[in-house]
């Protein structure tokens, strides 16, 4: 089955949506490969996190709430996380990468921009140059980037957040010359990061 066997090393992706959908998806994949097939999850700016835009606009949260209801997604839910966000008017929040990764089982690297060119100008309306009250807006939401990604380092996860203003890191240049410092304030790129894991 998919020419498969015990040992081999699956590594199943995406980007932006497609990330999002590697993150729902890879807790399932399993279940289609056969057994002993490592799997671990690459999942490209697929952290989305929760705030209302500034300009009026339907924002990502209504957005993936409408998707759960419109795709009947409640099969990806997770079981887990189904359980913490038990309420009807809650499960969209395990479509949501902020609310959802923490949450996946199977080892996976997550990337995500602090400065994320999809989510910024979505909730802002707008490309650079920003106004004082939208880059205070940006440095809100890069906050809460950085706070979401810190919460998902465990032994499984692996984070990879540069504080640069792209989207799909592993599909650009930036794959290997964007970098970010880890808390050795060694500066390494996507790519190193995959290599040392």
């Not at 300009?55 to 990806?76: D, E, W, Y």
Request: glycine share 6%.
């Amino acid at each position: 089955k998919h020419d498969l066997k015990s040992g081999d090393s699956l590594y199943f992706s995406g980007c932006s949506a497609g990330g999002r959908g590697a993150m729902f998806n890879l807790d399932y994949v399993s279940a289609i490969v056969p057994e002993g097939v490592h799997i671990k999850g690459i999942l490209d700016a697929a952290m989305w996190v929760e705030m209302d835009p500034i300009i009026p606009q339907i924002s990502f949260p209504k957005q993936t709430h409408q998707v759960l209801l419109m795709a009947n997604s409640t099969g990806r839910l997770g079981t887990k996380c189904a359980e913490h966000f038990k309420a009807h008017n809650e499960q969209w929040k395990c479509l949501y990468g902020e609310f959802r990764a923490p949450f996946v089982e199977t080892p996976y690297l997550i990337s995500a921009s602090q400065y994320d060119s999809f989510q910024i100008p979505w909730n802002t309306g707008r490309q650079p140059p920003f106004t004082d009250s939208e880059l205070a807006f940006i440095e809100k939401f890069r906050h809460k980037v950085k706070r979401a990604m810190l919460d998902l380092r465990t032994k499984s996860v692996v984070t990879f957040s540069p504080a640069c203003y792209t989207h799909c890191i592993g599909e650009t240049d930036s794959f290997w010359d964007k970098k970010a410092a880890d808390a050795s304030n060694i500066s390494l790129s996507l790519h190193d990061v995959l290599k040392a894991w």
